[in-house]
C-alpha cells in the first residue's frame, strides 16, 4: 500500500462558526466573523487557538493569514495556502491542502476557513457596473448572461434535455434541504419550511431555476481545525478522519464561454476515480451526502458523477422520502446546506459531514462511518472529501 | 434596434489585443473564430495557443453565421439596473457543426417566451450599437 496518503495520518479536531445570517446583515466586519469562527473551531476542538500554526482558504478569500496570525497572537505562523479560483468548489480542496500540509509536516495545526461579509463587499449575484467590458465577459454580459446562476442554468437545460431529468428531481432536493434546516438552529431558513405547492409556485430567477433551486447569500464565517491523527487523539475523543480529498477538472474544464469539451457535467467525472482509490471505498459505502447547492441541477449531476445513482435512475432515486434524515436511502444536505442552513461558500457542508461522523448533525444518519462533502458543482476546478470513523480507517 | 434594453456593458476589445479581429468582424457582419495554421482545429473562446498541437500561430477565419441550439435559458430576474423593466428574454448557446461544434451565447430574436427546441438551426442577425462611445456589434440569433 503507498505510504502517499492522508488517510490514517490527519484528523479533524474542531469545526465552528460565526453566527449565519441574512445577507448584509453582520453587525460585525468579516475579518471578525473569521476570528469568532476559528476561536469557536480551537474550543470544539479543546485546544488554544494560538496554537494554529497554518491557515487555508480558498475562492480569493481577503482575510490573510499573517493578518489572522497577528489577531490571534500565534507565535509562529508555518503555512499558508490559497485555493485559487472557481469560487465554492475549493471548499473540500482547502481542508485537502490543510490535511497535506500537516502530513507533509510544514505545520502541525492547520485551519481551513471562509469568511464572506456581502454587506461589507458587495454580492456574488449582481451584475457588473461598469460601461466597458473586455475578455471573456465581453461575450457574455451584453446578452444578459452575467450571474453565476444565469451561468449554469444552460447546463441544466442540457441536462434535462439529454437525460429526461424531471422537474420533481430538482424540487425533491431543495424540499429535502429546507426539511432538514427546520432542525438545525444555525439554519437561516429554520422556521421556513418549503412544501411542493411553495416550490411550483415560485417565481423564476432564470428558466429552469426557480427562486428554490438558487443558493442563500449570507454573511458568515466558518473553520475547520485539521491535525495529526497521533496529536489529534491526545486533544480530543473525537477525531473525524479525511480518509481522502480529491479536487480538479476534465479536459478543458475552464474553457472559455461555455466551450469546455464536456459541456453537462459537474466536473467531478474525473476526480471521483481518484477520490475513491484513495479513500479505499465505494460509493456503496457512503453512509450520508453532502452535496453543494449552487444550483439543484449541479447536485443531479454530482450525485450521478459520484456514483451515488445513475442517469438513468436518477429521477426514482432522488425523491424527497430517500433524501431526508434519518429515514431515507440517500439522506442529502442534512444541515440544509446552501439552500437552507447558509451560503458559507460550502464550508458549511464539510463540517456537516464531519459533524455526521461524529454523531452531533442536527438530523443525524445513525451509526454513520463513512460521510462525502463535495464542492462546486459545474466550475471549472472542483473538489470532494470523505470523512470517516477511525473504524472506516480499515 | 437592439434584443436588451440599452445601458449594458459594451464589449471592448481585450487591453493585450487578443480577441480585436472578432469585434472587428462583427463590426464587418462576418462572425470570426480562431483556426490553428498548423492543425487547422478551429478554437474559442479567444487563446494564444492552440490547445491541440501547441501552435502559437493561430489566425482568425470568418465562418457562415449558421448553426443550431445546443442549449437555452430564459432569465427573468434582473441582475443589472439596465434589465429591471425587461422582462424576461431569451439566451440561446449555438454551435457550430462547420467550426469543430465550437459554441457561442447570444439573444434569440422574437417573442421573449417562444419555445426552444434544442436543435434547431438559427442564424446570425448582426445588431450595430453605432451610437456607443466605441461602436460595436453584437451576433444575435433566429431560427431559419
Ligand atoms: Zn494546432
Not at chain 1, 180 to 195: E, I, K
Not at chain 1, 207 to 233: H, K, Q, T, W
Request: glycine share 10%.
Amino acid at each position: 500500500m503507498s505510504e502517499l496518503t492522508i488517510k490514517g495520518k490527519v484528523a479533524v479536531v474542531g469545526v465552528g462558526e460565526s453566527t449565519y445570517y441574512k445577507r448584509a446583515q453582520s453587525p460585525e466586519p468579516e475579518f471578525t466573523l473569521v476570528l469568532r469562527a476559528i476561536l469557536a473551531a480551537a474550543a470544539d476542538a479543546g485546544i488554544d487557538a494560538k496554537s494554529i500554526d497554518g491557515f487555508c482558504s480558498y475562492s480569493n478569500d481577503r482575510n490573510l493569514p499573517a493578518r489572522l496570525a497577528n489577531a490571534l497572537g500565534s507565535p509562529e505562523l508555518r503555512f499558508s495556502n490559497m485555493q485559487w479560483g472557481s469560487g465554492g468548489g475549493g471548499a473540500a480542496a482547502a481542508i485537502g491542502n490543510a490535511a497535506a500540509a500537516v502530513t507533509a509536516g510544514y505545520a502541525d495545526c492547520v485551519v481551513a476557513f471562509r469568511g464572506l461579509a456581502q454587506g461589507q463587499f458587495g454580492r456574488f449575484g449582481a451584475g457588473p457596473r461598469r460601461a466597458t467590458i473586455s475578455g471573456q465577459g465581453a461575450y457574455t454580459v451584453p446578452y444578459g448572461v452575467m450571474s453565476p446562476a444565469q451561468t449554469y442554468a444552460m447546463r441544466t437545460t442540457r441536462l434535462m434535455h439529454d437525460h429526461d431529468i424531471d422537474r420533481s428531481t430538482l424540487r425533491a432536493i431543495s424540499m429535502a434541504a429546507y426539511h432538514h434546516a427546520q432542525n438545525n438552529p444555525r439554519a437561516v431558513m429554520q422556521g421556513r419550511p418549503l412544501d411542493a405547492e411553495t416550490y411550483d409556485a415560485s417565481r423564476w430567477i432564470v428558466e429552469p431555476f426557480r427562486l428554490y433551486d438558487v443558493c442563500l447569500e449570507n454573511d458568515g464565517a466558518a473553520a475547520v481545525i485539521v491535525m495529526s491523527a497521533e496529536r489529534a487523539r491526545d486533544v480530543t475523543d473525537r477525531p473525524v478522519y479525511p480518509l481522502a480529498v480529491q479536487q480538479g477538472g476534465g479536459h478543458r474544464s475552464g474553457a472559455g464561454v461555455h466551450n469546455q469539451t464536456d459541456y453537462v457535467t459537474s466536473s467531478f467525472k474525473t476526480v471521483v476515480p481518484h477520490l475513491y482509490a484513495q479513500a479505499g471505498v465505494g460509493p456503496a459505502d457512503v453512509d450520508v451526502v453532502q452535496s453543494y447547492e449552487n444550483f439543484t441541477g449541479g447536485v443531479v449531476m454530482s450525485l450521478i458523477e459520484h456514483g451515488l445513482c445513475t442517469y438513468e435512475n436518477a429521477n426514482e432515486v432522488l425523491t424527497f422520502d430517500n433524501l431526508v434524515a434519518p429515514t431515507g436511502s440517500l439522506p442529502l444536505n442534512t444541515s440544509g446546506g446552501n439552500l437552507a442552513e447558509c451560503y458559507m461558500h460550502g464550508l458549511g457542508l464539510q463540517i456537516e459531514a464531519i459533524r455526521q461522523i461524529r454523531g452531533d448533525s442536527p438530523n443525524p444518519v445513525a451509526g454513520a462511518k463513512v460521510s462525502l462533502a463535495n464542492a462546486g458543482p459545474m466550475v471549472e476546478v472542483v473538489s470532494t472529501a470523505i470523512y470517516g470513523t477511525e473504524e472506516a480507517l480499515g | 434596434m437592439s434584443y436588451l434594453a440599452k445601458g449594458l456593458p459594451a464589449p471592448v476589445p481585450a487591453p493585450d489585443g487578443l480577441d480585436a479581429p472578432y469585434w472587428e468582424g462583427t463590426r464587418q457582419h462576418e462572425l470570426r473564430v480562431q483556426r490553428c495554421d498548423d492543425c487547422g482545429q478551429h478554437q474559442w473562446g479567444p487563446e494564444w495557443m492552440c490547445h491541440g498541437c501547441h501552435s502559437f500561430d493561430l489566425s482568425w477565419v470568418a465562418i457562415e453565421g449558421t448553426g443550431r441550439i445546443y442549449s437555452w435559458e430564459r432569465p427573468y430576474h434582473p441582475v443589472h439596473p439596465a434589465l429591471t423593466d425587461q422582462g424576461p428574454y431569451l439566451v440561446v448557446l449555438v454551435e457550430f457543426p462547420q467550426a469543430d461544434n465550437l459554441r457561442m451565447l447570444g439573444n434569440m430574436i422574437g417573442d421573449p417566451l417562444q419555445d426552444v427546441i434544442i436543435g434547431s438551426e438559427v442564424e446570425a442577425v448582426f445588431e450595430d450599437h453605432d451610437d456607443a462611445e466605441v461602436p460595436y456589434t453584437l451576433v444575435q440569433w433566429r431560427c431559419v
